[in-house]
T-cell receptor
Framework: GIQVEQSPPDLILQEGANSTLRCNFSDSVNNLQWFHQNPWGQLINLFYIPSGTKQNGRLSATTVATERYSLLYISSSQTTDSGVYFCAVDGDNAGNMLTFGGGTRLMVKP | NAGVTQTPKFQVLKTGQSMTLQCAQDMNHEYMSWYRQDPGMGLRLIHYSVGAGITDQGEVPNGYNVSRSTTEDFPLRLLSAAPSQTSVYFC????????????FGPGTRLTVT
């Protein structure tokens, strides 16, 4: 099946810093989503981005489908950004069966 | 819209007991699925459904049953709980399979002793 790798696995930032999270995947995808899992365990949709670039406030994402990677940018980080960020993809023939990466655990210090 | 709802939020079972985790969505989505998340890991697909009356297995289906009698509901049944099924369970839905965003419920934290 499709493989999804996220880097870095852990990241510690000072409040106000910027960061880039990376997601590499091993095959063509129909669907790519970025999620934030907050400290209470809730999964929050950040972006649905199988290709192209999107922005939402301090967050933006870019997927280069031909090169099989996606990037999530967090600017001016806040303590509320802490949690785990997951990339999940659906391969071309998987029919919306999301395969999750291992996540990037982010801690933003005040 | 309430989105995707799950009950209960927490559950403790003894080994061998059975139970049903409930999932409902009010978005008229055709596609629904169940995932489990073990500590420190991403989510893994258990079962999914592409519409009422149609279900199929995901990556880790053993020990679980599902049915889809209505568009709105997609319950997950544990037939004989085992400690290896201690996990957090998430239900998800999307408009259809393919190029559509998936929406996740709040999760059910299950402990099997």
């Amino acid at each position: 099946g499709i493989q999804v790798e996220q880097s870095p696995p852990d990241l510690i930032l000072q409040e106000g810093a910027n960061s880039t999270l990376r997601c590499n995947f091993s095959d063509s995808v129909n669907n790519l989503q970025w999620f934030h899992q907050n400290p209470w365990g809730q999964l929050i949709n950040l972006f649905y981005i199988p290709s192209g670039t999107k922005q939402n406030g301090r967050l933006s994402a870019t997927t280069v489908a031909t090169e099989r990677y996606s990037l999530l940018y967090i600017s001016s980080s806040q303590t509320t950004d802490s949690g785990v960020y997951f990339c999940a993809v659906d391969g071309d023939n998987a029919g919306n069966m999301l395969t999750f990466g291992g996540g990037t655990r982010l801690m933003v210090k005040p | 819209n309430a989105g995707v709802t799950q009950t209960p939020k927490f559950q403790v079972l003894k080994t061998g007991q059975s139970m049903t985790l409930q999932c409902a969505q009010d978005m008229n989505h055709e596609y629904m699925s169940w995932y489990r998340q073990d500590p420190g890991m991403g989510l893994r697909l258990i079962h999914y459904s592409v519409g009422a009356g149609i279900t199929d297995q995901g990556e880790v289906p053993n020990g679980y049953n599902v049915s889809r009698s209505t568009t709105e509901d997609f319950p997950l049944r544990l037939l004989s709980a085992a400690p290896s099924q201690t996990s957090v369970y998430f239900c998800a839905s999307s408009r259809d399979r393919g190029f559509y965003e998936q929406y996740f419920g709040p999760g059910t934290r299950l402990t099997v002793t």
